[in-house]
């Protein structure tokens, strides 16, 4: 599966802008602003990182407040990565659960039944929806929008993704189902790549374990 490029990624950090124009003196937000854009839980959405900067320029922000702004976005991107990795966590947690009758999530304290489980399975499997390359493709594509695509910028997106992962791994009391540690290698890749090549165009996914 090809890895759609820099100019495909759609997304908007509605949340990070919020809080930026928190910080703004009130005689400098008589401007209206735009209607806050709806996001569900499945997809999050970020402003390219060329548009926020044209934000932060417009509301003439200080240089203290500049960055401030930027480590709330990075803050608001890191929590996204560690939504979306918890999610693909519990799929995969339901998904490794025994088949025979009903069975107990002890994590969740949640029953889970078969039919919950196959759709579980189904979810993380490699054309599913919290699949490695599913999940690798969201967030390298977070990454790419928040950066806009510059490439000097990879070693922050990597850091703020690592920190994801390492939030999640906290909050599920130390290790994470295998489909995530896949995950994070697979987002590595990647990383790599864009790192080599200065975009991402061009990458193509191997299922783990083939070359």
């Known amino acids: 599966m090809l890895v759609s490029s820099a100019t495909s990624a759609s997304y908007n950090a509605s949340a990070a802008a919020a809080a930026a124009v928190k910080a703004v003196p009130a005689e400098q937000t008589a401007q209206k602003s735009e209607a806050p854009v709806q996001r569900t839980p499945d997809t999050d959405t970020f402003v390219k990182s060329s548009e926020a900067e044209n934000t932060v320029e417009a509301k003439k922000l200080s240089a203290d407040q500049i960055s401030r702004y930027q480590e709330q976005r990075t803050a608001s991107f890191t929590k996204m990565i560690n939504e979306i990795v918890s999610s693909q966590a519990n799929k995969g947690k339901k998904a490794q659960l025994e088949k ?90 990647r990383f790599d790549y864009w790192k080599e090549n200065g975009n991402l165009d061009g990458y193509q996914y191997q299922k783990a374990g083939v070359e």
Do not use: Y
Not at 123 to 133: L, P, Q, R, T
């Open 100 to 189: 025979n009758g009903i069975t107990k999530d002890l994590f969740t304290d949640l029953v889970v039944t078969p039919e919950q489980q196959l759709a579980a399975q189904q979810a993380i499997g490699e054309d599913g929806e919290w699949g490695v390359n599913a999940v690798a493709t969201r967030i390298m594509d977070m990454c790419v929008a928040l950066s806009g695509g510059d490439a000097s910028k990879i070693e922050e997106m990597r850091a703020a993704v690592d920190k994801g992962f390492q939030q999640a791994v906290g909050q599920w009391g130390g290790s994470l189902p295998s489909i995530c540690s896949q995950t994070h290698d697979e987002i590595n890749k």
